[in-house]
């Protein structure tokens, strides 16, 4: 995981964007793959340094919605 979150400042703005929903929808980061599960741990670092990284570059934080498709 520390390679990942290294990686993540040298993402540009769209796939930084992109990642971050990725992180909070996706089944892959959720407990036991359920769509409604908890995130895991690893996906709350990664979500809040992709986070941050938006923050560091003044964008703005896309809205998770819990109906957000699932990619």
Known sequence: ????LAEIPTWDDHMLAHMYMR???SRLFRVYHKP?????????TLLARA?????ERGLPIPEILSDAPES
């Open 1 to 4: 995981m520390a390679s990942l």
């Open 51 to 55: 986070g941050a990284e938006l923050a």
């Open 23 to 25: 992180f909070a929808t």
């Open 36 to 44: 409604d599960g908890d995130l895991t741990d690893c996906a709350r």
